[in-house]
Nanobody, 116 residues
């Protein structure tokens, strides 16, 4: 049974930083493409970062240079370091196992709110 558990969300002021974590179980983690998505109120869910089994990463222009995804294969975890946060980064952030695959699995989500 696949389980993805996110943590680290919260309220932060514009310009601040947060680090999200996702603990995975039930997946062949080191061989799985992992990622973070987000969904703001009234918006479609979008990919914000992905990391491949070989360590390569990809980001959309909206977060490139501000967000960094990483993985720890020994602990079956991924992380999302978010810097220079903006109000438009406010969303529920979801951990994903199997980015782009039809049987990709999702965590329950963690709320990130950027507000003064």
């Amino acid at each position: 049974q696949v389980q993805l558990v996110e943590s680290g969300g919260g309220l932060v002021q514009p310009g601040g930083s947060l680090r999200l974590s996702c603990a995975a179980s039930g997946v062949d983690f080191s061989r799985t493409r992992m990622g973070w998505y987000r969904q703001g109120s009234g918006k479609r869910r979008e990919l914000v970062a992905a990391i491949f089994s070989g360590g390569g990463t990809t980001y959309p222009d909206s977060v490139r240079g501000r967000f960094t995804i990483s993985r720890d294969n020994a602990k079956n975890m991924i992380f999302l370091q978010m810097n220079s946060l903006k109000s438009e980064d406010t969303a529920v952030y979801y951990c994903n196992a199997g980015v782009g695959e039809p049987d990709a699995r999702w965590g329950q989500g963690t709320q990130v709110t950027v507000s003064s």
